[in-house]
């Protein structure tokens, strides 16, 4: 019986590993970020399909800058951050495609986040997502969502979320703004104020 456990365990192990191997070696890749922020701004890109969110069809990069009290959830800017879809495909967003886009994303987020620290069986509360539309390619909302690295408690974010077309760059972009923060409080200038490192005319 012992030996039998001891095998279970050594090949759990062994699984992690390797998907920890894995994971490091998708996160750390040379692509240069496009999006321009301050030097204390964390830096990271993605490449599509993620790893946590492979149900988003897309073919592209996610590129993502991060508050420096992101992971701190006594900061005042806490899980604030934007990240940018930069892909191939046009997403023709609405409030639907959206709530099912971002529930996608953050359930898939967590639960990875689960497996990292080894909680393996934890049961993680399902996002909740409410989106509006504001004009043609703006749309505002909240995600509510629970915070598997940090905090580990449920929270909820406020997002802005824009949709445009590169012509530079033959790409659609799609940017996630996102803070727990209300909109007047001075980290949504911060995110706003992120821009692209060149121009898309």
């Known amino acids: 019986m012992i030996k039998k456990l001891l095998k279970v365990v050594l090949a759990l192990i062994l699984i992690v590993s390797i998907g920890a191997g894995y994971l490091y070696f998708r996160l750390h890749n040379d692509i240069d970020n496009i999006l321009d922020a301050k030097s204390d701004w964390r830096s990271e890109v993605l490449e599509f399909p993620l790893l946590f969110a492979g149900d988003l069809d897309y073919e592209g990069e996610e590129h993502i800058r991060f508050a420096p009290g992101w992971g ?19 997403p023709n967003l609405n409030p639907s495609e959206l709530k099912n886009i971002i529930s996608t994303y953050f359930d898939g987020l967590m ?7 080894l909680s393996f069986f ?3 509360p399902e996002t909740i997502t409410t989106i509006q539309q504001i004009d043609t390619n703006t749309y505002q ?4 969502l629970y915070d598997e690295f940090f905090s580990k ?3 909820v974010l406020n997002a802005k979320i824009k949709n445009e077309y590169c ?3 033959e790409k659609h972009l799609v940017w996630f703004y996102l803070s727990p923060q209300e909109y007047n409080h001075p980290i949504w200038n911060d995110l706003i104020g992120i821009q692209l490192t060149s121009t898309c005319d």
Do not use: H, L, Q, R
């Open 72 to 90: 701190e959830p006594n900061s005042e800017d806490y899980f604030s951050y934007v990240f940018v879809w930069m892909i191939k495909e046009d």
């Open 111 to 117: 639960n990875m986040g689960a497996i990292t620290n």
């Open 122 to 124: 934890k049961d993680i």
């Open 141 to 144: 909302g909240t995600i509510t």
């Open 153 to 155: 408690k449920i929270f």
């Open 167 to 169: 012509s530079t760059k």
